[in-house]
């Protein structure tokens, strides 16, 4: 089993930033790369940051040049430096895991993003 647990979350003017932290516990031998989804009510869950095969980054075109994403994986840890927010990045923003071998999905409890003057 493995737990997922994020920090971070708030209300931002537009322009501002703020960084999402994730924590693996739990059976963390057994999952892939972390990675980052939001969703809006009303609408699917997209993906928004992740690792390639390769270790190389990935961003939905909407976050490209404002988000990075990056990892400690000595602490299981992945982090979501979100720069330049807007209105429109408001969201529950969700850490992510697949298991290896299972492909069983792990998310966490999810943190609210609210970009708004």
């Known amino acids: 089993q493995v737990h997922l647990t994020e920090t971070g979350g708030g209300l931002v003017q537009p322009g501002g930033s703020l960084r999402l932290s994730c924590t693996a516990s739990?059976?963390?031998?057994?999952?892939?790369?972390m990675d980052w989804y939001r969703q809006v009510p009303g609408q699917q869950r997209e993906l928004v940051a992740g690792f390639g095969a390769g270790g190389e980054t990935n961003y939905v075109d909407s976050v490209k040049g404002r988000f990075i994403i990056s990892r400690d994986n000595v602490k299981n840890i992945v982090y979501l430096q979100m720069n330049s927010l807007k209105p429109e990045d408001t969201a529950v923003y969700y850490c992510?895991?697949?298991?290896?071998?299972?492909?069983?999905?792990?998310w966490g409890q999810g943190t609210q993003v609210s970009v708004s003057s």
């Open positions: 739990g059976s963390t031998y057994s999952i892939n790369a």
């Open positions: 992510h895991a697949e298991n290896r071998w299972t492909k069983r999905n792990y």
